[in-house]
């Protein structure tokens, strides 16, 4: 799994073009930070729907939760939470991609 950089996003800093940032989602999945005011963007380039995965490690009463997939349609851009819950052993999310052909991402942390 590659290690994704997170940007961020300042209000003094003003807007960023979080397409041009984005890299190509890695086919054996990606990591990045997790934590308050931090996202993933996903931009679906492809001709069909794509599911990213980021695992859930934890437990509620010794159930485990399951996992967030999130469908992204051909053609659109999706804004996913990285929250605590994703947090795995090494404090970053293991994110898959159910394919990777024509998808960028780019997680980013929102600042002030």
Do not use: C, Q, W
């Amino acid at each position: 799994m590659a290690d994704l950089s997170t940007t961020k996003i300042t209000v003094a800093a003003g807007n960023l073009d979080l397409a041009a940032a984005a890299t190509a989602a890695a086919a054996g999945g990606d990591t990045a930070l997790v934590g308050p005011n931090r996202f993933l963007y996903v931009n679906n380039g492809s001709g069909g729907s794509i599911t990213v995965t980021v695992a859930t490690p934890g437990s509620a009463s010794g159930f485990a939760i399951a996992d967030g997939a999130y469908a992204v349609a051909a053609g659109k851009t999706a804004i996913i939470p990285l929250t605590n819950v994703f947090r795995g052993s090494t404090g970053r999310a293991a994110i898959t991609y159910s394919a990777v052909t024509s998808l960028t991402v780019r997680p980013f942390e929102l600042g002030t």
